[in-house]
């Protein structure tokens, strides 16, 4: 099985911060990457596909970049809804998988 | 709007079997496969696997592919999981989702399923 590995598993940051979050692949999965946002007792909100394509409804400040094995998710003017744990998840390769997530809280 | 509903929570005895709906609305049932997703309480989403409607065909994660059945039903356009001989293992959220190839882009609200004694 590809091992999705994210880093940092969780991070504190203030409003209007710029996060970066990033993911490995165990192996080389060209762009065939994910993006997903979850908050307590919510259904995950898909936000990014094939690694930098933004899901319609999802906020600009959101953006994906990254190709074969390394990928990075970055929210620009952290707003205090994006309050959350992220997930990449790859899904080149069956089974599909995905990164152990990586929480945002409030410094 | 794309909207799709799950059936509600469930308690089961350990080796039993539980059933998951998911009812789409808001697109061609058969264009988009459905999407199964877990995640139990305090960890991170499990993918289970993917069900095209249009002929059935699935892609079961081998973890449970002896446990597990993925059906559609285009006459009511519900899909369906089932996952048999439950342990406490099994006691997650449970997540349907709409396939856009194999990205999930919209997703049901959960079925909490939990296994105890």
């Known amino acids: 099985d590809i091992q999705m590995t994210q880093s940092p598993s969780s991070l504190s940051a203030s409003v209007g911060d710029r996060v970066t979050i990033t993911c490995r692949a165990s192996q080389g999965i060209s762009s065939w990457l994910a993006w997903y946002q979850v908050k307590p007792q919510k259904a995950p909100k898909s936000l990014i596909y094939a690694a930098s394509n933004l899901q319609s409804g999802v906020p600009s400040r959101f953006s994906g970049s990254g190709s074969g094995t390394d990928f990075t998710l970055t929210i620009s003017n952290l707003q205090p809804e994006d309050f959350a744990t992220y997930y990449c998840q790859q899904y080149d390769t069956y089974p599909l998988t995905f990164g152990g997530g990586t929480k945002v809280d409030i410094k | 709007q794309v909207q799709l509903v799950q059936s509600g929570a469930e308690v089961k005895k350990p080796g039993a079997s539980v059933i998951v709906s998911c009812k789409a609305s808001?697109?061609?049932?058969?264009?988009?496969?459905i999407i199964w997703v877990r995640q139990a309480p305090g960890q991170g989403l499990e993918w289970l696997g993917w069900?095209?409607?249009?002929?059935?065909?699935?892609i079961i994660a081998q973890k449970f592919q002896l446990r597990a059945t993925m059906t559609t039903d285009t006459s009511t356009d519900t899909a369906y999981m089932e996952l048999r001989r439950l342990t406490s293992d099994d006691t997650a959220v449970y997540y349907c989702?709409?396939?856009?190839?194999?990205?999930?882009?919209?997703w049901g609200q959960g079925t909490l399923i939990t296994v105890s004694s």
């Open positions: 069900i095209s409607p249009l002929n059935g065909d699935t």
């Open positions: 989702a709409r396939g856009r190839g194999l990205f999930p882009d919209y």
């Open positions: 808001g697109y061609t049932f058969t264009h988009n496969g």
